[in-house]
């Protein structure tokens, strides 16, 4: 059975960090995509960033570059979401996800088949 576990998620106020894990059990991530998503009250879930160890493609929304880096320790079978000048419009449950299909960094959620239960993200202004 496949599993995703995310966690990091926090209050931070504008400006401030945080580091988002998503750790992952029956399923290594050295094959697919892994992917962070979020979802904010009355939004569309967005791509926010991917990576891909087999063609060492990222992906980043314009509206996260710059400010996110995602990463991924295969050792650990954990993907990493670093977020530094968080802006409020970053709040929401951001999701990781894994594709079993897709070997490149995708931001397009039905590229991804495993899916985390969310951690929230909450920046004040």
């Known amino acids: 059975e496949v599993q995703l576990q995310a966690s990091g998620g926090g209050l931070v106020q504008a400006g401030e960090s945080l580091r988002l894990s998503c750790t992952a059990s029956g399923i290594t991530f050295d094959r697919y995509a892994i992917g962070w998503f979020r979802q904010a009250p009355g939004k569309e879930r967005e791509g926010v960033s991917a990576i891909s160890e087999a063609d060492g493609s990222r992906f980043y929304a314009d509206s996260v570059k710059g400010r996110f880096t995602i990463s991924s320790d295969e050792a650990k079978n954990t993907a990493f979401l670093q977020m530094i000048s968080l802006k409020p419009e970053d709040t929401a449950v951001y999701y990781c996800?894994?594709?079993?299909?897709?070997?490149?960094?995708?931001?397009?959620?039905?590229?991804?088949?495993?899916w985390g239960q969310g951690t929230q993200v909450t920046v004040s202004s």
């Open positions: 996800a894994v594709s079993r299909s897709v070997r490149y960094g995708s931001g397009y959620a039905p590229d991804y088949f495993y």
